[in-house]
């Protein structure tokens, strides 16, 4: 049972270091997607919400009123919503504070890039047209069974893929976040190939990235790597660490596969790029 509360909030924008983004908003602390291999427990450094990830929401009740405030001062720029949670968990589905911030953000010159794993997405679709706004959804893989594994909340890797198509055809730009690719998981030349149709499909560009072992991502995902591959956990921090040799040859396949379907892509974090 997920607990769910609510809290205020002292600011909606926060300044951000992000590629591409002036800001970040986030309407919620706490993700009920609960994806094991989120990293965002360790960015807040939070044991509550560390030790209870997925189960544990926090609304900021405010964060319309505050924004609202903001847009009238703050200097126009990128907004990415969100950061460290997801903007279209299932509570948005009744509070509507994403949908009532970008709004504002849209109506008071700001751009919105959003990014999610729900095809709740799709509610506020009459509100995000081109230019002002682009739409990027994170596919692990392709395969239900996996994703349901990794991502137990969050919509089916096709409802994702369906989302990126649908704002295609409406001209906005869109862009698949494949990862985190976890090395013998999800790494696969029959998973790369299928997220590359996806994005040629949907003419998005695909951003990737590999799996990020901050602190308590092994932990959370031993379980299921254990019941996958048995003994996978233990070798993990060698295969998955920057720059490995398993890293080098996945990024290969994927600017391969990239190149033969003429999809653009590019890696989330440049200096790990080796092709
Ligand atoms: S949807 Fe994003 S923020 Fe939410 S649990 Fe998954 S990775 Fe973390």
Redesign the pocket.
């Given at each position: 049972m997920t607990e769910y509360s609510f809290v205020q909030c002292k600011t909606a924008l926060s300044l951000s270091k992000l590629p591409g983004l002036k800001y970040t908003l986030n309407p919620y602390v706490g993700?009920e997607?609960?994806?094991l291999y989120?990293y965002?427990p360790a960015v807040m450094r939070n044991a509550e919400m560390a030790e209870k990830w997925?189960k544990l929401v926090r609304a900021k009740d405010n964060i319309v009123d505050v924004l609202k405030e903001e847009v009238k001062k703050k200097r126009r720029g990128t907004v990415g919503v969100s950061t460290?949670?997801?903007p279209y968990?299932p509570l948005e589905k009744q509070l509507e504070l994403t949908l009532r911030c970008i709004g504002l953000l849209s109506a008071n010159g700001f751009d919105v890039s959003i990014h999610t794993?729900s095809d709740l997405v799709l509610r506020d679709s009459f509100l995000i047209n081109p230019p002002g706004f682009d739409v990027g959804v994170t596919i692990t893989t392709a395969d239900e069974y996996l994703a349901g594994k990794l991502?137990p909340k969050?919509s089916k890797p096709d409802a994702r893929a369906s989302v990126l198509e649908n704002f295609s055809t409406k001209k906005v730009e869109t862009w698949i976040f494949f990862g985190p690719i976890i090395p013998e998981i999800t790494d696969s030349e029959e998973n790369i190939i299928k997220v590359v149709r996806m994005a040629d499909r949907s003419k998005s560009r695909i951003i990737y990235d590999k799996l990020n072992l901050r602190e308590g991502v092994l932990e959370r995902m031993k379980p299921m790597l254990e019941l996958e591959k048995p003994g996978l956990t233990k070798r993990m921090p060698d295969l998955a660490r920057a720059k490995s040799r398993w890293w080098r040859r996945t990024v290969s396949k994927i600017e391969s596969a990239c190149k033969t379907f003429n999809v653009k892509c590019e890696p989330a974090f440049p200096e790990m790029n080796f092709a």
């Open positions: 993700c997607h609960g994806c989120c965002s997925g460290i949670s997801d968990q794993k991502e969050a």
